[in-house]
């Protein structure tokens, strides 16, 4: 009996000894995961490269990507499926976490032979509207802060064209089928020399962006090391448009 219980012993101890390990080893960021959901234009823009220098440093840690709009980036959190979202602030989802980390301002985007494209000064949005807009869902959170910026002055936004991605926009820009405000992270995927963008009037459309987490959830060491990484690039690189 007396060797059994010796047997069980050491495989006790073994046993402890490798979650012991496995703990270390996730605190040393030498294993783990992160799930992370963003916004379409920030999952094609500055996450990507904050992935690839995380991964460079801390190679045994895997990443995963939702790129989603704003409702569901939050949602995702809320459920637990994703450790934190890049999103942009949103009052409603107060019971969620939100640190904001940049602010994307909003521009007019046109085709390169558009009228709007000869005024010298910003434009005001609601002065814009007598032209066919392009503008994503109402799900979306381009939609959601256009739609209340024209709130304010009691016009009910009704575009030409209601679209899912950025990049149905600008085509649909340079075929001269309509304009667009968006924000700069979303007209930095374009690239196109066909458009414009142009200046609107202060205070024009700021949009928040930020990192949203679970108020209860502490965040694990690999996901706190990448929102700190995220911090830093941002920083360093701050999205801006050009004006063309």
């Known amino acids: 009996m007396g060797h059994i219980f010796v047997a069980h012993a050491q495989e006790l101890i073994r046993d402890t000894q490798r979650a012991l390990q496995a703990v270390a080893d996730t ?7 992160v799930s992370v959901a963003a916004l379409p234009s920030l999952a094609a823009s500055i996450v990507p490269k904050v992935f690839a220098a ?12 939702h790129d989603t709009l704003s ?22 989802q107060e019971d969620l976490a939100y640190e904001q980390l940049t602010t994307d301002e909003f521009l007019l ?20 509207l007598h032209f066919p807009h392009i503008s994503m869902s109402s799900s979306a959170s381009v939609r959601q802060y256009v739609d209340a910026e024209l709130a304010k002055h009691d016009i009910k936004f ?18 001269g089928l309509g304009i667009s405000a968006l924000p700069e992270t979303a007209i930095a995927l374009l690239q196109s020399h066909q458009i414009r963008c142009l200046r609107l009037h202060s205070p024009g459309i700021q949009r928040p962006l930020g990192v949203v987490t ?11 090391t990448l929102i700190r990484l995220l911090k830093q690039m941002l920083e360093r690189h701050p999205t801006k448009t050009s004006f063309v």
């Open 27 to 33: 605190v040393l960021l030498k294993t783990g995961t």
């Open 54 to 65: 995380f991964s460079h440093a801390y190679p045994g840690v895997r990443l995963s990507l």
């Open 71 to 92: 409702d569901p980036a939050f949602d995702l959190v809320r459920n637990g499926k994703v450790d934190l979202a890049l999103t942009a602030a949103d009052p409603k």
């Open 109 to 128: 985007v046109c085709p390169r032979d558009h009228p709007l494209c000869k005024e010298p000064k910003p434009i005001l949005l609601e002065a814009t």
């Open 158 to 175: 009704t575009p030409a064209f209601e679209v899912d991605h950025i990049a149905t926009i600008g085509a649909l820009v340079v075929q």
């Open 214 to 224: 679970h108020r209860h959830t502490p965040l694990s060491a690999s996901a706190q």
